[in-house]
């Protein structure tokens, strides 16, 4: 592991003013960026052949299985 | 977890190999992995789903750190596995956002008016910033495509250098003169178009006047 030592970000410190040692994991990130812009993080496709693909042959479906439940139901 | 024992960070330490090694790669989770995805977070607002395939990958890894079916040679490895995927998601972080920059910085590069007006530099300045930038992250791309199985973080501290200078250029775009170069070059088109319509009326007219007089 070729660690740089230093924890600083580009971009995120910059833009919301906070410390990034005061987050621990994904979750905490995404609960902060949620909170700040208001709404739920969608996930970005990122076509690029320079950004790996990590073995994977399937893409991914956005499915919203609280809408599909509901609508089986007919509620 | 069964871990067991004394650490200075008051979590417990393992007699399990393969389990302290886990340690480190949380440790490098944490130090490395959460800036560089707060950083994308940060630039795009959304979560790219690369990185969610690498985290996707990990966790299988992990998992078998824990299968007490298999020999510790194995578990190891299976934690080495892990670290070469956290270290590909840190690499696509910090990759998604230059191609991001990119697509911002390119935009205006080839736009010769745009880059003239729109930028809080000289246009030599933002030429040369933009090769520079552009020298880096070649440097990067090559320091990467050599490390391919080695070390795939070789080439992070180089992305970010390259990346810093593409936010120097990004920053230096004004974002007040690029909306108002828009409506005033319609205007100024709109008004070559008029007079390019009057001169040619003028043409036609003394051309007519020229007909009936001889």
């Known amino acids: 592991m070729a660690g740089e030592g230093g924890q600083k970000t580009i971009f995120f410190e910059e833009k919301y003013g906070v410390d990034i040692a005061r987050f621990r994991s994904i979750t905490d990130v995404d609960s902060f960026v949620e909170e700040r812009l208001g709404r739920k993080l969608e996930v970005k496709q990122i076509n690029s052949n320079i950004v790996s693909k990590s073995g994977n042959l399937f893409g991914i479906i956005k499915y919203d299985v609280q809408r599909k439940f509901r609508r089986m139901l007919g509620i | 977890m069964s871990a067991e024992g004394d650490s ?40 790219p789903d690369e990185t969610l395939y690498e985290i996707e990958q990990m966790l299988s890894h992990i998992d078998k750190v824990f299968d007490p079916t298999l020999d510790e040679k194995l578990r190891i490895a299976n934690v080495d596995k892990a670290i070469g995927h956290l270290e590909r998601a840190i690499l696509d972080c910090v990759k998604i956002i230059w191609i991001e920059i990119n697509n911002k910085i390119d935009l205006i590069y080839n736009d010769t008016p745009r880059r003239r007006y729109c930028v809080n530099m000289s246009e ?10 552009n020298e880096l992250l070649s440097a990067a791309r090559r320091t990467e495509l050599e490390s391919v199985g080695i070390s795939p973080s070789k080439s992070i501290p180089e992305y970010k250098k390259a990346i810093l200078l593409g936010k120097e250029l990004l920053e230096s775009i004004d974002s007040d003169k690029l909306n108002n170069f828009g409506f005033f070059s319609r205007i100024l088109s709109l008004k070559s178009h008029a007079i390019s319509f009057a001169l040619g009326c003028a043409a036609s007219l003394f051309a007519t006047y020229l007909y009936a007089r001889f």
């Open chain 2, 124 to 133: 030599s300045e933002f030429t040369k910033k933009y090769l520079e930038y």
């Open chain 2, 8 to 47: 200075s960070d008051g979590i417990s330490q393992s007699e399990d190999r393969p389990v302290n090694r886990l340690y480190e790669f949380f440790d490098y989770y944490r130090s490395e992995f959460i800036p560089a995805y707060a950083d994308v977070l940060a630039f795009l607002n959304k979560k």
